[in-house]
């Protein structure tokens, strides 16, 4: 069984700072390319980022490149995006997901990010 949970999410003032996790299993998390992508209220899907299967390689929206960071720890098959200096525009619903050869192929419930005064 395929599980991709997401947890971190919450309410952070902007300029702020949150760090979100995603616990995966039942597939060989160090084989695979894993995307963090968000949907904000009333809008389509936005990727966020992709890291490769070793951690070495990174790739980033030009909305957050600079503030975000994304990371794994493959020991722990968990995937990790740090993210720094949060605007009001960055409120979402940040899914973690699988990428396949053509799309992205599993995914998790998300987690809500809300920056706020």
């Known amino acids: 069984e395929v599980q991709l949970v997401e947890s971190g999410g919450g309410l952070v003032q902007p300029g702020g700072s949150l760090r979100l996790s995603c616990a995966v299993s039942?597939?060989?998390?160090?084989?695979?390319?894993m995307n963090w992508v968000r949907q904000a209220p009333g809008k389509g899907l936005e990727w966020v980022s992709i890291v490769h299967g070793s951690g070495r390689s990174t790739y980033y929206a030009e909305s957050v490149k600079g503030r975000f960071t994304i990371s794994r720890d493959n020991a722990k098959n968990t995937l990790y995006l740090q993210m720094n200096n949060l605007k009001p525009e960055d409120t979402a619903l940040y899914y973690c997901?699988?990428?396949?050869?053509?799309?992205?192929?599993?995914w998790g419930k998300g987690t809500l990010v809300t920056v706020s005064s």
């Open positions: 039942g597939f060989t998390f160090s084989n695979d390319y």
């Open positions: 997901a699988r990428q396949g050869f053509y799309a992205v192929d599993n």
